[in-house]
């Protein structure tokens, strides 16, 4: 079965502080890998997706950037983070077309 | 851009009621159909999903879908406390299969 492992669970980081968290998953090979970020009693908004290595697609502009450098892996970071940063990260993967995506534990980052 | 439109919460129904859980999309490409649950503080997980026009059912869930409308719904039967969650509907499309939430609805189930 497909286990999908992110850590750290949480995560305390001052302003301007780099960021990466990762995402590593188990059982399937070339999944879809997703970065999804839920702010405070918000719905999940979709930051990148991955159909493979090294190829990433960006849903919205801000000052994250994600990478895949391997099919298993995939990579969230940032050179400077914000406030606004602040919140649930989520990894999800697709095995295929029409299939739902199933999520991790997740990553809860505060910002100060 | 893509919309999701959930109905407001919070929802309380109780224990044993039908709980019924809406949705409105304005892709009309959107494909398939996904509904999770999510406790307080927890990750999704996934509930059911649906393709096609119609009802589907799994236990205790009935996703119903309608495309000419563009409309998805969720009904809980027997609800039990343990439903007591935030349920997320999420219509899939483009080429990787993104998925766009709504928001959330807030379900209690009162004992």
């Known amino acids: 079965s497909q286990t999908i492992h992110q850590w750290p669970a949480t995560l305390v980081q001052p302003v301007g502080s780099p960021l990466s968290l990762e995402c590593t998953v188990e059982?399937?090979?070339?999944?879809?890998l997703y970065w999804y970020r839920q702010a405070a009693g918000r719905g999940l908004q979709l930051l990148f997706y991955s159909v493979g290595i090294g190829q990433i697609s960006s849903e919205v502009p801000q000052n994250l950037s994600a990478s895949r450098p391997q099919d298993r892996q995939f990579i969230l970071s940032s050179k400077k983070l914000l406030l606004s940063d602040s919140g649930f990260y989520l990894c999800?993967?697709?095995?295929?077309?029409?299939?739902?995506?199933?999520f991790g534990d997740g990553t809860r980052l505060s910002i100060l | 851009q893509k919309e999701v439109e959930q109905n407001s919460g919070p929802l309380s129904v109780p224990e044993g009621a039908i709980a019924s859980l809406n949705c409105t999309y304005s892709?009309?490409?959107?494909?398939?159909f996904f509904w999770y649950r999510q406790y307080s503080g927890k990750s999704p997980e996934l509930i059911m999903f649906?393709?096609?026009?119609g009802d589907k059912e799994d236990g205790r869930f009935t996703a119903q879908l309608n495309k000419a409308s563009q409309y998805v719904s969720l009904l809980i039967r027997d609800s039990q406390p343990s439903d007591s969650a935030t349920y997320l509907c999420?219509?899939?499309?483009?080429?990787?299969?993104?998925?766009?939430f709504g928001s959330g609805t807030q379900l209690t189930v009162l004992p």
């Open positions: 059982g399937t090979s070339n999944p879809n």
């Open positions: 999800a993967l697709s095995t295929g077309n029409y299939q739902p995506q199933h």
């Open positions: 649906i393709y096609s026009n």
């Open positions: 892709d009309r490409g959107s494909q398939s």
């Open positions: 999420a219509p899939q499309s483009g080429s990787a299969r993104q998925l766009t």
